[in-house]
Each structure stands twice: as C-alpha cells, then as structure tokens.
C-alpha cells in the first residue's frame, strides 16, 4: 500500500515525493532568507536574485575534519552563496572572501591570463581547452566569459 501511495504522489506531482519536498523547503529557506535580509553571497558579497541561484554551504569543509558531525550541523558554520561561486570555490579548493573582501575564488588567475581568457573565447576556442591551458574549472572561464569577475592579481 505505501508504493501505491509513492506511485500516486509522483503521478501528481511529476517527480519523486522526496525530491518535490526538497525543492518546496529550498523554495520556503529562500523565501525566509529574503525576508531576514540575508540574501546577499558569502563569497562575492552581492545579492541573491533567484532560488536557482540560491545554495547553502559550510565555511569551513566539514568533511576532512576532526569532528565532522560537529561540523557538519554547527548552524554558525552555515553561509548563502550563489550556486555558481559556491561551485567554484568547491572546484578550486580556495579561499572565502575575507572581511575586506580582498579574496575571491578565482584570485589565482592573474588580469593578463584573465584578458587572454577573454580573447580565446571570442575567438571561439573550445572553453574545456581553455580551462585545461590555464589549470582552471570550466565554470571559472564561463564566469570570465559573463564577466562574472572580482578582483585578481596583478
């Protein structure tokens, strides 16, 4: 009886019953953040705009670490962030913005690499190519290629 109930709840809903209420609580979380004001990225320090650009990270990774229970469930380990910054800092294994803002994720890449970046994608060149060349993720040239950039080295 409880797989005729699953079945009956994906069959009205279009998807799985689990994966409907993570996305009505994402939905719901978004919401609440919006309304505390503290929609704005841990990471580049500006606005969340949309529940798909919304995510949820830990500061510090919780994974390697002593105590990864503790960690994993200490809501002051808890930040928002745009999906995509959270990627990349996932992908590079970086550092956080810190409180001046001086740090960014993709701080590695110095101005010139990120110019030449530019070029080779206006010229068309393949961006997995390109992120293979400058030992970077191809989310980082997709954000140097929408100009989703910060502050980089000299």
Known sequence: MNSFSNDKKKNQLGMSFGKANNILKK?????????LELDVCYRCEKKIETVEDFSVEHKINWLNSE?????????NNIAF??????SNARNKN??????????????KLKT???????????????QAEIAREYNTTRS???DIKFFRTRKYEN
């Open 81 to 86: 962030s745009h999906f995509n910054c959270n």
């Open 67 to 75: 105590n990864p229970i503790e960690l994993f469930f200490d809501l």
């Open 112 to 126: 010139k690499e990120i110019l030449e970046i530019r070029e080779k994608i206006e010229k068309g060149m393949c």
């Open 140 to 142: 980082t040239i997709n």
């Open 94 to 107: 970086s550092p956080h913005l810190n409180g001046s803002g001086e740090e960014h994720y993709m701080s």
């Open 27 to 35: 939905n719901l979380l978004f919401l609440l953040v919006q309304k």
